[in-house]
């Protein structure tokens, strides 16, 4: 009778034991949703389509690494189409139905400024690829997002300095895209220009989706430029405008954003690119060891780096991953904000320059990441002596 009661003991606490056992290893082996909220369509969808790409391939490799204990990611992807509107609605699904506990994304800086107030209202952590200069400016949800991309001011003052008045020009036109990013950064350059004694004759704006833009050259042809500040996210556009420079006669020098280190631009230029001027963040035709890095991780799953939209997308995987390193316990959106918080300096292995958080800094990127560039005969060459 004794024994039988010992027996009962011991498989009682036998059963305690490996239900504690259990517990530890789903805990260790925990499963981390990962909303990515991108413009797999749309005129964004040059930037969206690689971002995607990217994420999953360095999310694979990461899950990989993780071995049989280690957190996992599970990617949740929802197309925001290049539209706010869908934007804001996906961030609802994403964060109400897939219940994720951080979103990468969105692409463009309007869709951010769409759903950060749904993304803040729920506490959960937004580490967007946009340049946007509003985005980190709004204080309601600036705890909540952090940017994995250089800020488009930075751009800005680089393009300014590098491509306006280290030359000495006195006159120059800005054609920009029409939304949030575009606006911003065009009303900051015409204020750079106005502190310097540069006169901006023309100030154009068309949307990001146009394939004509004769008129808007020969307007700009008119005002007699010196250079043009060329300031869109879109190759299409872009391409669009100087094809259309070339047909007009509006033989300047062109200053593009940094966005458009894009081998579609080129492609899309029909020679009409040769000469552009860019800040960017980095040059796949001209690759650092850091770069050569991610190609190789690109090309062994089956894809060819194009452009801006990988490196922004692996900006983002490195964030995040550093920022789970720091999280103890489950994880929560309120967890692995304050984690990202308290990354400070550290080093992006596969893009130059570093990365940096803190609670009063969530623009990521410094100057140390950017390189002039310019086109010439189709590829894009790295300017010495930055």
Request: hydrophobic fraction near 45%.
């Amino acid at each position: 009778m004794r024994l039988t009661k010992h027996l009962r003991i011991l498989a009682a606490l036998a059963a305690f034991t490996a239900g504690f056992g259990s517990v530890g290893s789903v805990h260790a082996a925990e499963t981390v949703k990962v909303g990515v909220l991108l413009s797999v369509s749309g005129p964004a969808a040059p930037f969206g389509i690689p971002e995607r790409d990217t994420i999953q391939i360095l999310a694979d490799k990461y899950n990989a690494s993780a071995g049989p204990n280690g957190r996992k990611l599970e990617l949740i992807f929802h197309d925001e189409q290049t539209n706010p509107t869908e934007a804001a609605r996906g961030a609802t699904k994403l964060i109400q139905q897939d219940k994720v506990q951080v979103i990468i994304g969105p692409t463009i800086g309007s869709s951010a400024l769409a759903m950060m107030p749904i993304a803040a209202a729920n506490s959960i952590p937004v580490l967007a690829p946009v340049g946007t200069i509003a985005v980190t400016q709004q204080p309601s949800f600036f705890p909540w997002i952090f940017r994995v991309c250089p800020n488009d001011e930075m751009l800005v003052r680089g393009s300014m300095e590098k491509g306006v008045f280290k030359p000495g020009y006195k006159r120059i036109a800005v054609m920009f895209q029409e939304d949030a990013y575009g606006k911003g950064s065009s009303q900051l350059a015409e204020k750079l220009a106005k502190e310097k004694g540069v006169e901006v004759v023309a100030m154009v704006g068309a949307e990001g989706k146009s394939i004509d833009l004769t008129s808007a050259a020969t307007n700009i042809r008119n005002a007699k430029p010196e250079a043009v500040l060329l300031w869109t996210s879109s190759p299409g556009m872009a391409a669009a405008f100087v094809r259309a420079a070339n047909q007009v006669g509006l033989h300047v020098p062109v200053i593009g954003s940094g966005a458009l280190t894009q081998r579609s631009f080129i492609s899309a230029a029909a020679g009409a690119a040769d000469k552009v001027l860019l800040i960017s963040l980095a040059n796949w035709d001209d690759p650092t060891p850091k770069l050569q890095a991610l190609d190789k991780v690109l090309r062994a799953a089956g894809k060819t780096p194009s452009g801006f939209g990988e490196l922004l997308a692996s900006a983002a995987m490195v964030t995040l991953t550093e920022g789970l390193k720091k999280v103890e316990g489950q994880v929560t959106g309120q967890k692995l904000r304050d984690a990202l918080e308290s990354l400070g300096r550290f080093d992006n292995p596969y893009v130059d320059g570093h990365l940096t958080y803190n609670s009063s800094d969530h623009e990521g990127f410094g100057t140390d990441a950017l390189q002039p560039v310019v086109i010439r005969d189709g590829k894009f060459k790295t300017v010495e002596g930055k």
